[in-house]
C-alpha cells in the first residue's frame, strides 16, 4: 500500500506542476497578446506606410493630452493642414517639428521613422516585462523569462533613447 500512495502522490504533483504551467503560458500569452494588439492600432501607420501622408509637423500648443500644429505634407498627394492633433508624450514639445504619418480619414497624426516605431510599440515592451515575470516565476522558466524582460527593456530604452 505505500508504494502505490507514492505513486498516486507523485502523479498528482506532477499533474499540478503541469496544470500551473500551462495556466502560467496562458496568463504569459494574454499579457503579450494585449500588449501586441494596444501597439498595433499606431504601429501599423507607421510600420505600413504605403498609401498615407507623410510629412512634419510643427507643435504649436500643447494642453491635457494633445498637442496641436500644422502640418507640412512631403508625400505625393499629400494635404496641407492648418492643424493635426498628436499624442502628447515626454518626448514631445512645443516649437518643435517631428516626421509624422496622418492616420487616414482624420486629422490625428502619429510619429514616424525609427523613434515613431519604437514609440507605438511601447505597450508590447511594457507587456514582455510584465511576462517575463509570469514565465520565470509561474512557469519555472528563467532563461526564456530574462530574455523576455530583457527585450521588453530594450525596446522601452531604445524608445525613450530616440524619441529625445
Do not use: N
Amino acid at each position: 500500500m505505500p508504494a502505490r500512495a507514492s505513486s498516486v502522490r507523485r502523479a498528482s504533483v506532477t499533474a499540478l506542476g503541469v496544470g500551473r504551467a500551462v495556466l502560467m503560458g496562458v496568463c504569459a500569452a494574454l499579457i503579450l497578446f494585449a500588449g501586441a494588439w494596444g501597439s498595433w492600432g499606431t504601429a501599423q501607420h507607421v510600420m505600413l506606410p504605403k498609401g498615407r501622408e507623410h510629412g512634419t509637423m510643427r507643435v504649436t500648443d500643447c494642453s491635457g493630452d494633445r498637442c496641436t500644429g500644422p502640418f507640412a505634407p512631403t508625400s505625393a498627394g499629400g494635404v496641407r493642414r492648418d492643424r493635426v492633433v498628436l499624442a502628447k508624450s515626454v518626448a514631445v514639445r512645443a516649437g518643435r517639428s517631428y516626421d509624422v504619418t496622418v492616420e487616414p480619414g482624420t486629422d490625428v497624426v502619429v510619429r514616424s521613422g525609427l523613434s515613431g516605431t519604437l514609440f507605438a510599440w511601447l505597450p508590447l515592451g511594457g507587456a514582455l516585462v510584465l511576462a517575463s515575470v509570469v514565465v520565470a516565476g509561474g512557469m519555472r522558466l528563467t532563461r526564456t523569462g530574462w530574455t523576455l524582460g530583457v527585450l521588453g527593456v530594450v525596446l522601452l530604452t531604445g524608445a525613450f533613447v530616440t524619441a529625445q
